[in-house]
């Protein structure tokens, strides 16, 4: 529909001839000439070599052809995706996530939106909390399970997972066979973290302020995975999400930390999005699976 006022160049183009392309086009041959008059005129030049009845598209023509056809692709493109977004079972949902809920906490909410909404398309981005708020602002995304929750009136949370801290250690060291730690326990230790972009990277020097100690960070890695496994390694120690299913290695010890501080996770979404939509549905899903996990 969208593209209906340009492509009958397209079909004048591959007959060229008047009354064939008329004909195929299922519209008066004096309308078609007339088209092709006001769109030469527009142009300030002919699009077309004349042979009689017969025409020969020439090198102007042929140049507005390829314009022609790449925009009627993009408007039918276009409207086929306005068609979907009025469907929102149909629709898309562009779906960002941290890295280290990649492992556990992202599957479980794709599932349980793919479950109820299988014709909806799921478009999948990881990054770090800074990105992903960016990226949802920017509307580069429709919703992101991030930490922590963002300061801002614009943008909606939703919490999913509140986590407590521990600190881990190899599974030989000299505080493993503590029931709970102070970090400042751990105070003389080389301590293994995130960049301080990161909110896991947050925690650690909020802890340690909280505290009164300084954590020195020997190591960094953007993958709370890898922190944990160099801890394995005996070259540190970390402060990390106590009840992570995945970070747990054959080697580690996590020790409950003695602290208030937590990790929060959550959705973040832009605050005047549409209900009705598909990221509306995908709010829903993930709302089920937090009132499954509290009834358990």
Known sequence: MLSDDLSWFLVLAETEHVGDAAAE?????????????????????????????????????????????????????????????LDPETGLVRFDFLHSLGTWLAPQLIRAFATSHPRAEIRLHQGTGTELVDRVLDDEADIALSSPRPDRDDMAWLEMWRQPLALCVPADHWLAGRSTVSLSDAAGEPFISTPKSFHSRDLLDAVAA?????????????ELSTVAGLVVAGIGVALLPADDP???????????????????????????????????????????????????
Do not use: C
């Not at 007339?34 to 077309?48: C, I, K, N, S, V």
């Not at 580690?252 to 501080?261: D, N, Y």
């Open 25 to 85: 086009l299922r519209i008066p041959q004096p309308t078609l000439s007339r088209r092709l008059a006001r769109l030469e005129q527009r142009m300030g030049t002919t699009l077309f070599d004349r042979h009689g009845r017969s025409l020969s598209l020439n090198v102007r023509g042929k140049a507005l052809r390829s314009r022609i056809r790449a925009a009627v692709t993009q408007l039918d493109l276009a409207e086929s995706e306005v068609r979907r977004l």
């Open 210 to 222: 909280d505290e009164g100690i300084e954590a020195k960070v020997a190591y960094e890695s953007d």
């Open 246 to 296: 995945y970070l747990p290695l054959a080697g580690a010890t996590f020790i409950p930390l003695r602290t208030e501080r937590t990790r929060e996770i959550g959705l973040i979404w832009r605050a005047d999005h549409d209900p009705e939509s598909t990221t509306g549905l995908f709010l829903e899903a993930a709302r089920g699976l937090t009132a499954h996990s509290s009834a358990q």
